[in-house]
């Protein structure tokens, strides 16, 4: 309204709401015709809301409730790019589940990532170094054209295509039960219009959410295995982790490990990093705090850091004393001969092995090359994600499910990453090719603007909360089903309005800050402590010493172990 005020525009409240009346039942319409001419899929999440009241009764008092949010969204068609006929993923094509808990065929070769995949891995981690290493080299900008010469990695990349998101109603159902997910499946499926007969005509659903979400829909198909009809019989759903809440959990595996004891007099750990030398805010991280590690300033701390690994690595390497002096003067065959060898020195689980044989370790070094070996491996799944390559988020996926075996890490996701990736090697191909080419969306249709399911529904509970929820006595679960069906189309709106008035869209609290100075400080701080080179009699090595540096684990050969010394059942 005060957009349009200065538009020289005048409306009333009760005209606006009357209009999202309006488009709200379109939004329904739409979706209800959508899902009765292509195949789709849906993700949910829960949706918490405080509601305040500032006089309270007996009758009216604060409390938080909890609900459901959810969109369908068309199927992306692998094989012809458009979109997906019903009945192309007919129900016949999902294995009927016959057991309490489900049941594996698998064998070695499938608990550790296989030969191939591990190579993968190794080209697509060189390059993101590289990719690193040109970014925050300023000397080495002239190399930036011949670089393009060597494209960045692919092995299953989702072709570029535009998703379109449907939200549906918020339901004021608490999802975080059997008994709740029932419910929401349920009122979900009737929001959409669908019975039985128009699930056997639609075919298989693929269905996105945390690892909550995953384990409650698994636990009502074991307890729904008996019955004949495909909506209590859960016939249709398929289940799929959501990506983003497993990108959350790789960072959180990196930062845990590799946080170091808090206020040591040694540097060489992301403690030392994030609080002593950037002085930021101190943060619970490691495996024994009480709160769950926070994401955000995790994931912009690996990015910092592994750049300033990066850049000293080269100057460890580079055959100079001054590193811009090197840069300024290297050519292309240079550049890659020192990023080959800064990689395979300092960021492989090869190196950390030659160090461990040394008859003097530096346990710190080998620390810092750990960290920089599970840092990559993190870049590396955030930037498979945006890039939309598929099979390189499954090369990553296979790394962690072996990492988060170790003793005292993430044992669920490991779980849940080994069952995912077992069923879908068993999946008719064409099943298989639906399911990863859908794992990831793509809202603009523009090149390296991919991302996980799960995280489009975190957007849309943002916009349901924060922005389009209703102030006060309105505040109601009767706004909020109407008001979500029409986020995006308001979203849309929004922007189209501020690009015709030349309004900003976000101001200067939205941009990313430069990390120069950061990078810089950590690369200064790296080369003076000597941690990227191997330092004999390094004082934090001494044995004798109390405070000695304690080694960090080798996340890959302790969750290695667990494939050796007992035995997995599902």
């Given at each position: 309204?005060?957009?349009?005020?200065?538009?020289?525009?005048?409306?009333?409240?009760?005209?606006?709401?009357?209009?999202?009346?309006?488009?709200?039942?379109?939004?329904?319409?739409?979706?209800?015709?959508?899902?009765?001419?292509?195949?789709?899929?849906?993700?949910?999440?829960?949706?918490?809301?405080?509601?305040?009241?500032?006089?309270?009764?007996?009758?009216?008092?604060?409390?938080?409730?909890?609900?459901?949010?959810?969109?369908?969204?068309?199927?992306?068609?692998?094989?012809?790019?458009?979109?997906?006929?019903?009945?192309?993923?007919?129900?016949?094509?999902?294995?009927?589940?016959?057991?309490?808990?489900?049941?594996?065929?698998?064998?070695?070769?499938?608990?550790?990532?296989?030969?191939?995949?591990?190579?993968?891995?190794?080209?697509?981690?060189?390059?993101?170094?590289?990719?690193?290493?040109?970014?925050?080299?300023?000397?080495?900008?002239?190399?930036?054209?011949?670089?393009?010469?060597?494209?960045?990695?692919?092995?299953?990349?989702?072709?570029?295509?535009?998703?379109?998101?449907?939200?549906?109603?918020?339901?004021?159902?608490?999802?975080?039960?059997?008994?709740?997910?029932?419910?929401?499946?349920?009122?979900?499926?009737?929001?959409?219009?669908?019975?039985?007969?128009?699930?056997?005509?639609?075919?298989?659903?693929?269905?996105?959410?945390?690892?909550?979400?995953?384990?409650?829909?698994?636990?009502?198909?074991?307890?729904?295995?008996?019955?004949?009809?495909?909506?209590?019989?859960?016939?249709?759903?398929?289940?799929?982790?959501?990506?983003?809440?497993?990108?959350?959990?790789?960072?959180?595996?990196?930062?845990?490990?590799?946080?170091?004891?808090?206020?040591?007099?040694?540097?060489?750990?992301?403690?030392?990093?994030?609080?002593?030398?950037?002085?930021?805010?101190?943060?619970?991280?490691?495996?024994?705090?009480?709160?769950?590690?926070?994401?955000?300033?995790?994931?912009?701390?690996?990015?910092?850091?592994?750049?300033?690994?990066?850049?000293?690595?080269?100057?460890?390497?580079?055959?100079?004393?001054?590193?811009?002096?090197?840069?300024?003067?290297?050519?292309?065959?240079?550049?890659?001969?020192?990023?080959?060898?800064?990689?395979?020195?300092?960021?492989?689980?090869?190196?950390?092995?030659?160090?461990?044989?040394?008859?003097?370790?530096?346990?710190?070094?080998?620390?810092?090359?750990?960290?920089?070996?599970?840092?990559?491996?993190?870049?590396?799944?955030?930037?498979?994600?945006?890039?939309?390559?598929?099979?390189?988020?499954?090369?990553?996926?296979?790394?962690?499910?072996?990492?988060?075996?170790?003793?005292?890490?993430?044992?669920?996701?490991?779980?849940?990453?080994?069952?995912?990736?077992?069923?879908i090697d068993r999946y008719d191909p064409v099943l298989k090719r639906y399911f990863l080419h859908n794992w990831l969306v793509n809202l603009t249709g523009r090149p390296y603007s991919f991302k996980e399911v799960d995280l489009l529904q975190e957007h849309q509970n943002f916009w349901a909360k924060i922005i389009y929820n209703a102030k006060g006595s309105n505040r109601s679960w009767d706004w909020l089903s109407m008001i979500t069906v029409c986020i995006f189309t308001l979203r849309d709106t929004m922007r189209t309005v501020q690009k015709t008035f030349n309004i900003t869209s976000y101001g200067e609290h939205h941009t990313v800050p430069d990390m120069t100075n950061e990078v810089q400080a950590l690369a200064d701080a790296l080369r003076d402590e000597r941690l990227q080179e191997h330092v004999v009699n390094r004082p934090a090595n001494d044995p004798d010493n109390t405070t000695?540096?304690?080694?960090?684990?080798?996340?890959?050969?302790?969750?290695?172990?667990?494939?050796?010394?007992?035995?997995?059942?599902?």
């Amino acid at each position: 309204m005060e957009v349009l005020a200065h538009a020289g525009l005048s409306t009333s409240y009760g005209t606006i709401r009357n209009h999202i009346k309006a488009l709200s039942a379109d939004g329904v319409a739409r979706f209800k015709r959508l899902i009765k001419t292509q195949m789709c899929f849906i993700v949910w999440d829960n949706l918490n809301i405080a509601f305040r009241v500032e006089s309270q009764r007996l009758n009216s008092m604060n409390h938080f409730d909890n609900g459901t949010t959810s969109t369908v969204i068309p199927m992306h068609n692998p094989f012809t790019g458009g979109s997906t006929p019903l009945g192309t993923l007919p129900l016949s094509m999902k294995p009927p589940r016959t057991t309490t808990f489900p049941v594996l065929d698998w064998d070695i070769n499938d608990v550790l990532p296989s030969p191939e995949s591990v190579e993968q891995l190794g080209r697509c981690c060189l390059w993101q170094l590289k990719r690193i290493a040109l970014e925050n080299i300023k000397s080495l900008e002239h190399l930036r054209k011949a670089f393009k010469d060597f494209p960045e990695p692919e092995v299953d990349p989702i072709a570029i295509h535009k998703t379109e998101p449907f939200p549906l109603p918020a339901l004021h159902e608490d999802e975080s039960s059997i008994e709740g997910t029932i419910r929401v499946y349920v009122q979900i499926l009737r929001n959409l219009g669908v019975t039985d007969d128009d699930l056997r005509a639609h075919g298989l659903m693929f269905n996105d959410g945390d690892l909550l979400t995953d384990s409650l829909v698994d636990k009502v198909e074991s307890a729904r295995r008996n019955s004949d009809g495909p909506i209590d019989g859960m016939k249709a759903p398929i289940r799929r982790f959501g990506l983003y809440h497993a990108k959350m959990a790789g960072c959180r595996l990196v930062i845990n490990e590799h946080w170091g004891q808090p206020n040591s007099l040694w540097p060489g750990s992301l403690w030392w990093e994030h609080t002593q030398l950037l002085k930021r805010k101190p943060i619970s991280a490691g495996w024994k705090t009480k709160k769950a590690t926070p994401w955000k300033p995790c994931h912009e701390l690996l990015q910092i850091s592994i750049a300033a690994h990066v850049k000293d690595g080269f100057r460890v390497h580079c055959g100079n004393p001054d590193l811009d002096t090197w840069a300024a003067n290297a050519t292309i065959d240079d550049f890659n001969g020192v990023a080959e060898q800064v990689y395979r020195k300092l960021f492989t689980t090869h190196a950390v092995d030659e160090l461990r044989s040394l008859p003097h370790r530096d346990i710190s070094h080998e620390n810092v090359v750990l960290l920089n070996r599970d840092a990559l491996f993190y870049i590396e799944f955030v930037a498979a994600i945006k890039k939309g390559d598929i099979g390189r988020v499954i090369n990553v996926l296979q790394i962690w499910m072996v990492m988060m075996r170790s003793p005292k890490t993430m044992p669920k996701y490991a779980d849940a990453i080994f069952e995912t990736l077992r069923r879908i090697d068993r999946y008719d191909p064409v099943l298989k090719r639906y399911f990863l080419h859908n794992w990831l969306v793509n809202l603009t249709g523009r090149p390296y603007s991919f991302k996980e399911v799960d995280l489009l529904q975190e957007h849309q509970n943002f916009w349901a909360k924060i922005i389009y929820n209703a102030k006060g006595s309105n505040r109601s679960w009767d706004w909020l089903s109407m008001i979500t069906v029409c986020i995006f189309t308001l979203r849309d709106t929004m922007r189209t309005v501020q690009k015709t008035f030349n309004i900003t869209s976000y101001g200067e609290h939205h941009t990313v800050p430069d990390m120069t100075n950061e990078v810089q400080a950590l690369a200064d701080a790296l080369r003076d402590e000597r941690l990227q080179e191997h330092v004999v009699n390094r004082p934090a090595n001494d044995p004798d010493n109390t405070t000695a540096v304690v080694p960090v684990r080798d996340l890959l050969e302790e969750g290695a172990k667990y494939a050796n010394t007992r035995q997995i059942i599902y």
